[in-house]
C-alpha cells in the first residue's frame, strides 16, 4: 500500500528552525515530483515546496524564498524540508505529496496529486 508519512513537526519560537521529513512506502519516488504543502486555519491549501526525484529541479513559493530549502535522499526515499527563520505566518498543518507530474504542475496543484500524507502541524509563536 502506498503511504507518504511525515515526521519533525512541533512548535518553535520566531526565528527558529525545524526540519521535516518525508517518507514514501509502497512505491518508489524515482518518476515523482514530490514536495510540501501547508494549510493554515481558514486558508487555502498552498504549495510550498517541491523536488524531482527525476532531474532534481526545485520549486519555492515567494513565502519562503531564501528561508526553506528541500532536499531528498533517494535511497531511503525521503523528502526534507528545512525551514529556517521560521514566522508565525509559517504556522500551519504541513503535508507531504508526490505526483508524476513536473515539479511545477506538482506544487501549484494544478491536477489532484497522486498520493497525500496525513499531515503534521507546525506552530510558530511570537
Known amino acids: 500500500q502506498a503511504q507518504l508519512l511525515e515526521s519533525g513537526g512541533g512548535l518553535v519560537q520566531s526565528g527558529g528552525s525545524l526540519r521535516l521529513s518525508c517518507v514514501a512506502s509502497g512505491f518508489t519516488l524515482d518518476d515523482f515530483a514530490i514536495g510540501w504543502f501547508r494549510q493554515a486555519a481558514g486558508k487555502a491549501r498552498e504549495g510550498v515546496s517541491c523536488?524531482?526525484?527525476?532531474?532534481?529541479?526545485?520549486y519555492y513559493a515567494d513565502s519562503v524564498q531564501g528561508r526553506f530549502s528541500i532536499s531528498k535522499d533517494a535511497a531511503k526515499n525521503t523528502v526534507y524540508l528545512q525551514m529556517n527563520n521560521l514566522k508565525p505566518d509559517d504556522s500551519a498543518t504541513y503535508y507531504c505529496a508526490a505526483d508524476r507530474a513536473t515539479v511545477q504542475a506538482t506544487c501549484r496543484m494544478w491536477g489532484p496529486l497522486d498520493y497525500w500524507g496525513q499531515g503534521i502541524q507546525v506552530t510558530v509563536s511570537s
Open positions: 523536488i524531482s526525484f527525476e532531474d532534481d529541479s526545485t
